[in-house]
């Protein structure tokens, strides 16, 4: 089976650029999560999905940052202008919902560098 | 409050024997699941094992273990005999599942010596 696809694994890009990472999820999974890494801040949840709905983006650091879902295969998170202190692992990780806490499994994360 | 700690930075153990990453946790939601995952230094993140609010046995998956302490709110995670390729940064993270909330922590880095 296919895990969670991420692209693309590495992005160099000058700052104030626009910057979109991808994200397929696991088929048959409802939720759809994106972190990010850095080794300031630690892994911290950005926003995450159910459904294709979003649930709790109180973790987007700001305006220029947004996801969207538009189906249950894809998902993106685009950073518009971007800036030197976006630079980060970006990992996306989806999983099954119901009535018990689900594994979220992740994909192998983009790794941003903003110049 | 922190909602999930994890005290121990980096630890060191030799190759073959078990070792313990500890794991506090809170929250005032009765239903949770708890997690461990690895992260070795390409960077992927791998789930471990799992342990459900309300599951009686401490969850275990080969070589690793929850040790679950409820009304402590912890939950360690036990590896035994060590492996080199245990060496990794482990987090251990939390989902509140009325709240809908998700938590890691900040790391534990293994290192294993030979």
């Known amino acids: 089976d296919a895990g969670v696809i991420q692209s693309p694994r590495h992005e160099v890009t000058e700052m104030g650029q626009e910057v979109t990472l991808r994200c397929k999820p696991i088929?048959?999974?409802?939720?759809l999560f994106w972190y990010r890494q850095t080794m300031m801040r630690g892994l911290e949840l950005l926003i995450y999905f159910n459904n294709n709905v979003p649930i709790d983006d109180s973790g987007m650091p700001e305006d220029r940052f947004s996801a969207k879902m538009p189906n249950a295969s894809f998902s993106t998170l685009k950073i518009q202008p971007s800036e030197p202190r976006d630079s980060a692992v970006y990992f996306c990780a989806s999983s099954l919902g119901g009535g018990a806490p689900e594994t979220q499994y992740f994909g192998p994360g983009t790794r941003l560098l903003v110049l | 409050a922190q909602k999930i700690t994890q005290t121990q930075p980096g630890m060191f153990v030799q190759e073959k024997e078990a070792v313990t990453l500890d794991c506090t946790y809170d929250t005032s939601d009765p239903s949770y699941g708890l997690f461990w995952y690895k992260q070795p230094s390409s960077g992927e993140m791998i789930f471990l094992i799992y342990?459900?609010?309300?599951?009686?046995q401490n969850a275990t998956e080969g070589r690793y273990s929850l040790n679950f302490q409820k009304a402590r709110k912890s939950a360690n995670l036990v590896i035994s005999a060590s492996q080199l390729g245990d060496s990794a940064m482990y987090f251990c993270a939390m989902r509140e599942m009325n709240f809908n909330k998700f938590y890691f922590g900040s790391g534990t880095k293994l290192n294993v010596k030979p």
């Open positions: 342990q459900g609010s309300y599951d009686q």
């Open positions: 088929s048959g999974h409802d939720y």
